[in-house]
């Protein structure tokens, strides 16, 4: 397979399926955007369904996954979700990558089809299994799956929020403002790190109030 042509196609198909999905997107438009005959998309990944679902992989293996995180024994598990907060911010908003990279995991993510549901289970749920993992660390009480995906997509959402909000942030705080929130990445995830935990710590207080009210309840 032709290299070139391989990432010719996948760059034009990632934009075109980000920008109108994969029922809207169409071959010809993907190939006259690559420059390309339209026998191409058959010829190197035999069809649309195929090139979607490469297309979705090439933006997610982008930013390295599943996630390589190789923390050393004894790791603080609030250490482990700083860094795992700090990588998702910069993928998501990483201004050397592709634009469609995000905005077509975005899509993926809302408008999900048979297509990209391998892709899903092979590449996006390990990453938010791998983040529950880090909040059911952080909290000392038991969690229950439910409040582990409240709080895991409650991260997730904070990244998002910069990434795909940039129109109606900069009619609340103004332009200069959100620009310079949304380029300094550090700032970002040292934040969301930040409020994350505060909010993680007094789920875990108030969990052991709880357990305390009850243990006196039963020796009474």
């Given amino acids: 397979m032709d290299d070139s042509s391989n990432k010719k196609l996948l760059d034009a198909a990632g934009q075109v399926f980000a920008d109108k999905g994969f029922a809207a997107a169409t071959v010809r438009e993907i190939c006259s955007l690559a420059g390309m005959n339209i026998a191409a998309v058959n010829y190197h990944f035999g069809d649309k369904e195929q090139l979607y679902v490469e297309a979705i992989r090439a933006a997610e293996c982008a930013g390295g996954v599943p996630p390589n995180f190789e923390w050393p024994a004894g790791a603080p598990p609030e250490q482990k979700l700083s860094d795992f907060i700090h990588r998702m911010v910069n993928d998501m908003l990483d201004v050397h990558r592709p634009t469609w990279h995000a905005k077509l995991i975005m899509r993926a993510m809302l408008e999900p089809t048979q297509a990209c549901e391998d892709v899903v289970r092979e590449f996006i749920r ?11 660390e952080i909290v000392p ?8 995906h409240l709080y895991a997509f409650s991260i997730v959402g904070q990244c998002l929020l910069y990434r795909f909000h940039h129109p109606v942030g900069k009619l609340l705080v103004g332009e200069a403002e959100f620009k310079f929130l949304s380029d300094n990445l550090d700032l970002l995830a040292d934040h969301i790190t930040r409020f994350t935990l505060s909010g993680l710590q007094c789920v875990g207080s108030a969990r052991k109030v709880e357990t305390n009210e009850e243990s006196q309840e039963a020796r009474q």
Avoid at 126 to 136: C, G, Q, V
Avoid at 141 to 148: A, G, N, S, V
């Fill in 141 to 148: 009480q038991k969690l229950t799956p439910r409040e582990l």
């Fill in 126 to 136: 390990p990453k938010f299994t791998l983040l529950e993992s880090l909040i059911d």
